[in-house]
T-cell receptor
Framework: KAGVTQTPRYLIKTRGQQVTLSCSPISGHRSVSWYQQTPGQGLQFLFEYFSETQRNKGNFPGRFSGRQFSNSRSEMNVSTLELGDSALYLC????????????FGPGTRLLVL | AQKVTQAQTEISVVEKEDVTLDCVYETRDTTYYLFWYKQPPSGELVFLIRRNSFDEQNEISGRYSWNFQKSTSSFNFTITASQVVDSAVYFCALTAGANSKLTFGKGITLSVRP
């Protein structure tokens, strides 16, 4: 079975722009979660989607948003980029929900200049 | 609220040494799951082990073993006969209640020297 895939793998943007990251979960997995990893804050939870509904959201500003499609693929969007948004964005999928093992993709490295 | 503490930040060992990575967690939920993930330089988080709050039985899987003690809220991970390929950042994580959110510790950078 193919693992979680994320595109693009690397991205360079400038302040004020917006960006969309994509995640394809493991086949059959219906839950997708997003995490931000920075050297200062570590790994932080952004949000989780299950059956096209956002079930949980972390403590991030409204500039961070996401969605899930009927095929369980997910996208996250960051608008009005700030320098501090430079990070590794990791997507994880799990079969259903609640305390199941989450399997992570390779991440998208975003650099904001 | 949940919290995971990994007091060790960096560990350096020589190949074939055993190494234990410490993890202490906090949660008020009685049902929770604990995880260890490995992050090599490529960046992808690789799942290693998972334990639920109702099963304190400690196990060994190949070169990996773990010690889960609810009395001390600890979930330590041991690599036996370490190898250079074990060099990575290791994260302990917790999910609790009716929630899929993973709360991670700060990670431990393990360097295994030949």
């Amino acid at each position: 079975k193919a693992g979680v895939t994320q595109t693009p793998r690397y991205l360079i943007k400038t302040r004020g722009q917006q960006v969309t990251l994509s995640c394809s979960p493991i086949s059959g997995h219906r839950s997708v979660s997003w995490y931000q990893q920075t050297p200062g804050q570590g790994l932080q939870f952004l949000f989780e989607y299950f059956s096209e509904t956002q079930r949980n959201k972390g403590n991030f500003p409204g500039r961070f948003s996401g969605r899930q499609f009927s095929n369980s693929r997910s996208e996250m969007n960051v608008s009005t980029l700030e320098l501090g948004d430079s990070a590794l964005y990791l997507c994880a999928s799990s079969p259903r929900a609640f305390q199941e093992t989450q399997y992570f993709g390779p991440g998208t490295r975003l650099l904001v200049l | 609220a949940q919290k995971v503490t990994q007091a060790q930040t960096e560990i350096s060992v020589v190949e074939k040494e055993d190494v234990t990575l410490d993890c202490v967690y906090e949660t008020r939920d009685t049902t929770y799951y604990l995880f260890w993930y490995k992050q090599p330089p490529s960046g992808e988080l690789v799942f290693l082990i998972r334990r639920n709050s109702f099963d304190e039985q400690n196990e060994i899987s190949g070169r990996y073993s773990w010690n889960f003690q609810k009395s001390t809220s600890s979930f330590n991970f041991t690599i036996t006969a370490s190898q250079v390929v074990d060099s990575a950042v290791y994260f302990c994580a917790l999910t609790a209640g009716a929630n899929s959110k993973l709360t991670f510790g700060k990670g431990i950078t393990l360097s295994v020297r030949p």
